[in-house]
């Protein structure tokens, strides 16, 4: 019988068990290795960091909900991937052998490739929720104190939603404190126009954030590649889109939160045939490695090409129902393979956005991810607000009862009109 090990129990890990176990033949053993004990929803991050929510409303303890469901975990971590021998050597130093292997290990977060970058220097993270919670002393001081903001991502950032969540959320959360006249904010992105968000734009997100950070009255520098922070200055080079020099800024703060760029994690890095350059996975259609083909991957640590050229690197976002695809697609191929025949289901890829504002928010989705489009729709309103709580509520009810898809789930997003998104095909051969 075989043994399938998730690496990785994140958004995408998590639900990936959960539908692999559903999808196995009688004596197929499951094992999820995570770093840690604890499930973390990270797009609530942002609301942490200004205190909307506690670290414990959005955490499970994994170990008895996979015990519930038959799954072995092991919160020890990966030290390294072994591919050719089908091995995982775990931190505590012992070894897992697996016949099929899924990476779901997300990003690791390249705070070092700028000199006085990130919480463990000069600027503020809402990647974790340790990060977040960091932010949220540094939010207090800002709010007792004021002083200029920066908000925004560095080059190569692959993560633009969440950004624009932030100076938005922050904003909402300063002028409830009646604060936010001290607190002259600005947005730093290396994307090429305000609401690119690394797929060169979808519907109308061009006009609908650059008339939102003005009405906000957040400024805002596009490519932008941020050369060095200092304690209080952040130095930021504005380029022209041929890559030129345009503009240098020293731009002061007294609190600044940018996303860093991504790259795969240590333990599979640097693996020929494995992974790219950045360490992300190398995947076909099917989310199986070309090299190793009993590996799989889904989620962020997927390699994805840019849309596009542009003056800086900006990464294409990997968002949830992206990755809930790629986790759907994936249990069916492996299912296929272990009853002898090849794999066929194909994830859409779509990208599904709901932005949240703090009282408003955009929502956008882009089918194909690559512009001409079939479906190129974004809107805005309070309902994105609720509907980002709801989709909060769902994972994380879902998470914690173990199940990768619940009826009141789909029908929810039925509601919203993007149901179809999940959806893979099947190729007919
Ligand atoms: C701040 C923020 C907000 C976001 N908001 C949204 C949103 O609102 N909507 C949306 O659709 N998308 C959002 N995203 C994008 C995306 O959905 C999330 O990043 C999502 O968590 C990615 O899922 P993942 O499973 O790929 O990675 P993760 O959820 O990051 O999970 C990776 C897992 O791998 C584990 N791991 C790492 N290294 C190892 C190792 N060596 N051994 C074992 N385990 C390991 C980690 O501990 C973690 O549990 C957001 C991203 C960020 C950063």
Redo the contacts with the bound molecule.
């Keep these: 019988m075989a043994h399938i090990v998730v ?7 998590t639900i990936m068990a959960y539908e692999m176990k559903d999808a196995l033949r009688a004596g197929d053993t499951v094992t999820v ?4 004990g604890t ?1 973390s929803f ?2 609530s ?2 609301w942490v960091a200004v205190g909307w929510r506690q670290k414990e409303d959005i955490e499970v303890d994994l170990a008895p909900v996979m015990a519930r469901r038959g799954i072995a975990f092991r919160p020890e ?3 390294r991937l072994l591919p050719q021998a089908n091995q995982i050597e775990l931190n505590d130093g012992s070894v897992l052998n697996y016949d099929y292997l899924i990476i ?4 690791e977060l390249a705070f070092d490739e700028i000199e006085g970058f990130g919480p463990e220097a000069n600027t503020q993270s ?2 974790q929720v340790d990060h977040a919670l960091a932010t949220r002393d540094a939010f207090e001081k800002l709010s007792a104190s004021g002083g200029p903001a920066i908000i925004g991502a560095a080059q190569g950032a692959s ?1 633009y ?2 950004a624009y ?1 932030f100076a938005f959320i922050l904003e909402t959360a300063l002028r409830r404190r009646k604060v936010r006249d001290r607190v002259p904010m600005t947005f730093v992105t290396p994307e090429p126009y305000i609401g690119h968000l690394g797929l060169d734009g979808v519907g109308d997100t061009k006009s609908l954030l650059e008339s939102a950070l003005r009405e906000k009255h957040i400024k805002w520098i596009t490519n932008a590649k941020v050369v060095k922070v200092d304690p209080a200055t952040m130095h930021v080079e504005e380029l022209n889109d041929d890559g030129s020099l345009k503009a240098k800024h020293e731009l002061p703060f007294a609190f600044s939160m940018l ?1 860093p760029a991504f790259r795969g ?3 599979i890095r640097g693996i020929e045939g494995l992974t790219n350059p950045r360490g992300f996975i190398l995947a076909d259609k099917y989310q199986r490695n070309p090299a190793f083909p009993n590996i799989f991957s ?4 997927v390699a994805i090409p840019p849309v596009g050229k542009t003056a800086l690197p900006v990464g294409v ?5 992206m ?1 809930e695809s790629m986790v759907t697609a994936t249990a069916q191929n492996i299912s296929s393979l272990l009853r002898g025949e090849e794999p066929k289901s194909v994830a859409s890829w779509n990208a ?4 949240d504002f703090g009282d408003s928010g955009i929502a956008f989705v882009a089918q194909p991810q690559i512009p001409p489009r079939n479906v190129n729709w974004s809107s805005s309103g309070k309902w994105v607000h609720a509907a ?1 709580i709801g ?1 909060e509520k769902y994972f994380l009810r879902k998470i914690r009862q173990g199940k990768s898809e619940t009826f009141y789930e789909k029908f929810a997003l039925d509601l919203l009109g993007i149901s179809k998104l999940k959806d893979i095909h099947e190729e007919i051969t």
């Excluded at 779901?104 to 990003?107: E, F, Q, S």
């Excluded at 889904?298 to 640590?301: E, F, Q, S």
Aim: hydrophobic fraction near 40%; glycine fraction near 20%.
């Design positions: 690496l990785g129990a994140g958004l995408g890990g290795v995570n770093k840690g499930y990270v797009p991050n942002p971590g990966a030290k779901a290990t997300g990003p809402v990647c993560c939603g969440p969540e996303l994690v240590a333990a889904i989620g962020v640590c976002p990997k968002t949830g129902f990755i599904v956005c709901l932005a980002k989709f």
